[in-house]
């Protein structure tokens, strides 16, 4: 009887699968996706993983488990974690001015009697913007060594900022929500000078190996750059790399000698650029649904998990810009949403880059993720 008891689960499970997949392919097909991956979990086991399409055209090579994507803005969740490790040492206040540890100066010059607090750099409500002058700063940071010091971008007398960065309606203390990618720039930043490590070593070291992630900000980091999905947008019917487009050959590792620590953590894209697969992904979810533990590993107390769970801003209809109805709430480098699924609060993170959407998203009452 037991045997055929779990031959009637097993099967049930299979036809859901299948069902599934089908639909998943029906979407793939209908939205003409390059290739995706989907992972869902369900208690603490991965009960559907499934890969479709390419991960690089070119070499003909499909998606399956090991295809590791550069996975955009859900990046930030994880570099709120690396900060919120400090916290939890008391190696900082929430609400302290976020200038006592940068070693200079942030204020909105628009409103320079306003402090602008860490709390604020994490929830988006500090009124930084991504100016005119950012993507130009992005461009140094990646490609000049030394990278330009943060302080050139964030400060007026910087050479690449522009009077854009800051709101010039909206002060620190209005806390209006606007998402802009330079916060999670000073994440980064802050993670390095409170830490006194490079960004990208101490989530290395704190976040990824305890867990046995195979996952990196940095392209050298992983093992297998035939893993690496390239990531496309489509240009007069062709599709055209925009990111990761390496054909199998490791890029040379970035000189980094003359970098000092704590000036400019966007070299590493902590807004951005982790690199990881749909099947590791979900043991950072289950970190989090399991109050900051996972495989007896404890990497956050609960407490600070329900901090960066607790929306530290909640739309009212006016105070802020809620990104074309999807930020709702914010926390820190995650949000809390019921437009997903119908009767469902989940929690998580979008991301979207470079032809990428990504998603990450769990109930905490129901204890599932995708």
Wanted: aromatic share 12%.
């Amino acid at each position: 009887i037991v045997s055929i008891l779990i031959f009637l689960i097993n099967s049930e499970l299979s036809s859901q699968q299948l069902n599934l997949s089908s639909q998943l392919q029906q979407i793939k097909n209908n939205y003409n996706v390059v290739g995706m991956s989907v992972c869902i979990t369900k208690q603490n086991l991965v009960v559907y993983s499934r890969g479709f399409g390419l991960r690089d055209i070119n070499r003909n090579l499909p998606v399956n488990d090991s295809t590791i994507y550069r996975i955009a803005s859900i990046s930030k969740y994880i570099s709120a974690v690396a900060l919120m490790k400090l916290y939890q040492q008391g190696l900082f206040s929430l609400d302290s001015d976020v200038s006592t540890y940068l070693g200079y100066s942030l204020r909105n010059p628009y409103y320079p009697n306003d402090i602008i607090t860490i709390r604020k750099i994490l929830s988006h409500t500090a009124s930084l913007r991504d100016g005119s002058g950012y993507n130009t700063f992005l461009t140094a940071s990646y490609n000049q060594n030394p990278p330009p010091s943060l302080q050139q971008l964030i400060t007026p007398s910087g050479s690449y900022y522009s009077s854009d960065m800051f709101s010039s309606s909206k002060a620190p203390s209005d806390n209006y929500f606007t998402y802009a990618n330079v916060n999670y720039g000073i994440i980064g930043t802050l993670v390095e000078k409170i830490s006194g490590v490079r960004f990208d070593i101490f989530c290395k070291n704190n976040i990824f190996l305890p867990l046995g992630l195979t996952t990196g900000f940095l392209i050298n980091d992983l093992p297998n750059i035939n893993n690496v999905a390239v990531l496309y947008r489509k240009t007069g019917g062709n599709w055209v790399p925009q990111a990761d487009n390496y054909n199998g050959v490791m890029p040379p590792p970035r000189d980094l000698t003359n970098y000092v620590i704590g000036s400019n953590a966007l070299i590493f894209s902590p807004q951005g650029g982790l690199r990881i697969s749909a099947n590791d992904l979900p043991v950072f979810m289950r970190l989090m649904l399991n109050g900051g533990i996972y495989n007896g590993t404890r990497v956050l107390n609960d407490s600070t998990v329900n901090l960066l769970h607790s929306p530290t801003w909640i739309f009212n209809g006016s105070n802020g810009n809620n990104y074309y109805g999807i930020f709702n709430t914010y926390g820190f480098g995650s949000h809390r949403t019921t437009d997903l699924l119908p009767n469902e609060t989940l929690f998580g993170h979008p991301g979207e880059a470079y032809g990428l959407i990504s998603d990450l998203y769990f109930s905490k009452i129901k204890n599932y993720g995708i």
